[in-house]
């Protein structure tokens, strides 16, 4: 069975740093391209990032409104997902998601979407 | 990057009535995938690919499109079915969601 659980979620300082987690486990981790999707209350779904699977270097894409602040990384011997959350702002506050992105082969190319996702940590940026 | 605008925002059928949503790309996207999500629940697969349903989805829903216009259906409205539905390209980077439809049962 396929599960993801994620973690660290919590009341930060405008300015601080928080780290969320992200525990895999039912498929083999370095097989999937990884993503985490955050949604503030009542919106809609945003997404963050991604990191690339084994087969393609396990490289990171980010989203212009957290480049440069948030950076995903991935412990595959552990098969845990991180969202490293920098200089935090009140409008990161949301529930975060993480999210896995399977390659479909389709008609000669390669297509992907999200099939899992996890529960949703919560973030609130409040001094 | 491309923008997809989900029109109605909002919308209610009754049971046994035919729901369509439609979902807007500012670009042409090879694709669109669907998600649904119920309040305090995490997003799940809806549609893949455009028109194909993912494990557990009712035969009562449909998707299709292509280019710039996508649309997923209800064929006859169940009170299961109310939930917020989101469309989601993956045709380029960043992926995108649209801002989605509430569907409610009246």
């Known amino acids: 069975e396929v599960k993801l659980v994620e973690s660290g979620g919590g009341l930060v300082q405008p300015g601080g740093s928080l780290r969320l987690s992200c525990a895999t486990s039912g498929f083999t981790f370095t097989d999937y391209y990884m993503s985490w999707v955050r949604q503030p209350p009542g919106k809609a779904l945003e997404w963050l990032g991604f990191?690339?699977?084994?087969?393609?270097?396990?490289?990171?894409e980010y989203s212009a409104s957290v480049k440069g602040r948030f950076t995903i990384s991935r412990d595959n011997s552990q098969s845990i997902l991180y969202l490293q959350m920098n200089t935090l702002r009140a409008e990161d506050s949301a529930t975060y998601y993480c999210?896995?992105?399977?390659?479909?082969?389709?008609?000669?190319?390669?297509?992907?979407?999200?099939?899992?996702w996890g529960q949703g940590t919560t973030l609130t940026v409040s001094s | 990057q491309i923008v997809l605008t989900q029109s109605p925002a909002l919308m209610s059928a009754s049971p046994g009535e035919k729901v369509t949503m439609t979902c807007s790309a500012s670009s042409s996207v090879s694709y669109m995938y669907w998600y649904q999500q119920k309040p305090r629940s995490s997003p799940k697969p809806w549609i893949y690919?455009?028109?194909n349903l993912a494990s557990g989805v009712p035969a009562r829903f449909s998707g299709s499109g292509s280019g710039t216009s996508y649309s997923l259906t209800i064929s006859s409205m169940e009170a299961e079915d109310a939930a917020t539905y989101y469309c989601?390209?993956?045709?380029?980077?960043?992926?995108?969601f649209g801002g989605g439809t509430k569907l409610e049962i009246k």
């Open positions: 989601q390209q993956w045709s380029s980077n960043p992926p995108t």
């Open positions: 999210a896995r992105a399977p390659e479909i082969y389709y008609y000669g190319s390669s297509y992907y979407y999200f099939d899992y």
């Open positions: 990191i690339r699977n084994k087969a393609n270097g396990y490289t990171t």
């Open positions: 690919l455009t028109s």
